[in-house]
């Protein structure tokens, strides 16, 4: 394996690349982060946000791990929500000109969506009528009125919530795992790590790690 440290936006995404990673190259990495001014150094590191670039404080923590890095061999890997690709896709130009760093925009690198729109592509097949259900439930809300207007439509974030509560017991211990930080993208009866949606994301990280036999 090539040496690298993952930079992602949230607790989120470094649970679910922990899990892919291990799967995949059958490499457990740590996580780090930086919280009120104090880094905690690890393979996954979670800057808390897009806007880091931007974030004085944060850039100087940080800053110095993408240089050190650099002189080490240390590859730094930036896996962000693309959210409108076109747009962070001429982010991360400028930022490559200023850091040492690659980068890949969730969901494929090449289309707009964030880890919520890849995961709602990963989910196993034989629970997609939960989906469904929920396509009708968001339908349902955007025909029905009230007097104050409109209803909400739930964030993807939601859905993905009510997909693993679905599939969960309703114990205190089962519904834990319905928590971001708690998931386990390993479990095949919820995930598809080898689903076509992946493609892409499994030739760039392919680049650093070794291929499993």
Not at 52 to 60: A, Q, S, T
Request: proline share 3%.
């Amino acid at each position: 394996m090539e040496k690298i440290q993952i930079f992602v936006e949230g607790v989120a995404d470094q649970k679910f690349f922990q899990d892919l990673i291990i799967a995949w190259y059958n490499t457990k990495l740590t996580f780090g982060d930086v919280r009120k001014g104090v880094l905690t150094n690890g393979d996954i590191f979670n800057v808390e946000g897009k806007g880091v670039f931007e974030d004085e404080i944060k850039m100087r923590l940080i800053d110095p791990i993408l240089k050190f890095n650099d002189i080490k061999g240390v590859k730094n890997l930036f896996i962000f929500d693309a959210d409108t690709f076109e747009i962070e896709s001429k982010n991360f130009k400028k930022y490559k000109s200023q850091f040492p760093i690659e980068h890949f925009l969730l969901p494929d690198n090449q289309s707009d969506g964030d880890l919520e729109t890849l995961l709602e592509r990963i989910i196993n097949q034989d629970n997609e009528a939960i989906f469904e259900c929920w396509d009708s439930y968001e339908n349902c809300l955007k025909t029905s009125k009230r007097k104050e207007g409109e209803f909400t439509t739930p964030a993807r974030k939601t859905k993905i919530y009510a997909y693993l509560e679905a599939l969960l017991g309703e114990s205190k211990k089962q519904k834990t795992k319905i928590k971001e930080t708690e998931r386990d993208y390993q479990n095949q009866n919820h995930w598809d790590l080898n689903a076509p949606a992946l493609v892409n994301l499994k030739q760039f990280l392919d680049q650093y790690f070794q291929k499993l036999p």
